[in-house]
T-cell receptor
Framework: DAGVIQSPRHEVTEMGQEVTLRCKPISGHDYLFWYRQTMMRGLELLIYFNNNVPIDDSGMPEDRFSAKMPNASFSTLKIQPSEPRDSAVYFC????????????FGPGTRLTVL | GENVEQHPSTLSVQEGDSAVIKCTYSDSASNYFPWYKQELGKRPQLIIDIRSNVGEKKDQRIAVTLNKTAKHFSLHITETQPEDSAVYFCAGTGNSGGSNYKLTFGKGTLLTVNP
């Protein structure tokens, strides 16, 4: 398996623009997670899905952030409008149902909002 | 929710020495504690984990200990090598509401192993 796939790997945009990050989980994994990593706040869970259904979105910073999972092999994280403080590395991770299974992280998307 | 504190934030050791990273957690219902290693510019990867029914677990040069009473757990790396240089994250997952998958990470420890 190719592992978790994320695109784009790097994104540079201007404040106010819409940004869409994409993730393809490992085939057969039924949990998908979106994380944000910054120096100041560390690695934060934004939202996670189980069988394409959002389970916990309490980490989503504000209404400018939204996430969808239309099918088992694709998820998006959208920021509209983007702000400079959204600059971070965004990771997608997936795992298979079971007790305490390892979360496999994608390579991340480095977002820079100017 | 769970709160995980990690110390130290940076750690520098000589090659061959041991390194210890400590974490505390707040949710007494937490029952799973993974450790992730993140090399510069790379993704976090699981290196070892421990469940609350176990006090210690070893895998070659790395080991993790858990003290449920004190609500703290530690990562021990022996005979450190330059390739151990990375950021290490501990995590906990509360067991409230069945959220076994919701990991709360510590802020990370930058380990530098000097040749």
């Amino acid at each position: 398996d190719a592992g978790v796939i994320q695109s784009p790997r790097h994104e540079v945009t201007e404040m106010g623009q819409e940004v869409t990050l994409r993730c393809k989980p490992i085939s057969g994994h039924d949990y998908l997670f979106w994380y944000r990593q910054t120096m100041m706040r560390g690695l934060e869970l934004l939202i996670y899905f189980n069988n394409n259904v959002p389970i916990d979105d309490s980490g989503m910073p504000e209404d400018r952030f939204s996430a969808k999972m239309p099918n088992a092999s694709f998820s998006t994280l959208k920021i509209q409008p983007s702000e400079p403080r959204d600059s971070a590395v965004y990771f997608c991770a997936s795992t298979q149902a079971g007790h305490y299974n390892e979360q496999f992280f994608g390579p991340g998307t480095r977002l820079t909002v100017l | 929710g769970e709160n995980v504190e990690q110390h130290p934030s940076t750690l520098s050791v000589q090659e061959g020495d041991s390194a210890v990273i400590k974490c505390t957690y707040s949710d007494s219902a937490s029952n799973y504690f993974p450790w992730y290693k993140q090399e510069l510019g790379k993704r976090p990867q699981l290196i070892i984990d421990i469940r609350s029914n176990v006090g210690e677990k070893k895998d070659q040069r790395i080991a993790v200990t858990l003290n449920k009473t004190a609500k703290h757990f530690s990562l021990h790396i022996t005979e450190t090598q330059p390739e151990d240089s990375a950021v290490y994250f501990c995590a906990g997952t509360g067991n409230s509401g069945g959220s076994n998958y919701k990991l709360t990470f510590g802020k990370g420890t930058l380990l530098t192993v000097n040749p």
